[in-house]
């Protein structure tokens, strides 16, 4: 998809990515998740998210100036959020924003990325070259999710 566009995240996107989150967790992930596990999962802190893409490498995909998807990585190389709209699943837009992202940690410095990944995530973050380092359960306002610590050696 030659029009996508990625660019760095401004604080005028925050409101297009909690919408974008929401409504591809609520789409998407029910696939792997209970409705409950979903609404513990989409419950946004909004001022933690406003510090953290802030904080963080954060990048905004855009395809016709809509965001079609975001990614965000610590300085420490841990890949915090990769989501795609909804309606833009599987053309690549995620592969993009981790290609914009990588050369910024080798360029840091790292060896490796790290990630805590869904289970509906998984399998296209093995076609990428992530390996799963283990299985966990995570709790998001007293629900229990299953998840998986993924890395990518550099």
């Not at 979903?38 to 998210?49: G, I, L, R, Y």
């Not at 855009?62 to 053309?91: C, E, N, P, S, W």
Request: proline content about 2%.
């Amino acid at each position: 998809m030659s029009n996508i566009i990625i660019r760095r995240y401004t604080p005028e996107d925050l409101s297009a990515l909690i919408t974008l989150f929401k409504e591809a967790v609520s789409a998407i992930n029910i696939r792997h998740y209970s409705q409950e596990q979903v609404a513990a999962w989409t419950a946004v802190d909004e001022s933690k998210w406003r510090r953290t893409l802030e904080e963080n490498i954060t990048y905004v995909a855009q395809i016709d100036g809509v965001i079609v998807g975001f990614a965000d990585m610590t300085h420490a190389g841990y890949l915090d959020r990769v989501y795609v709209h909804k309606d833009y699943q599987l053309r690549g837009i995620a592969l993009r924003l981790i290609n914009v992202i990588e050369p910024l940690a080798r360029a840091l410095g790292l060896s490796k990325i790290t990630t805590d990944c869904s289970i509906t995530a998984k399998i296209p973050a093995e076609r990428i070259g992530f390996v799963v380092i283990k299985e966990q359960t995570v709790e998001r306002k007293g629900i229990v999710l299953i998840n998986y610590v993924m890395e990518k050696k550099l």
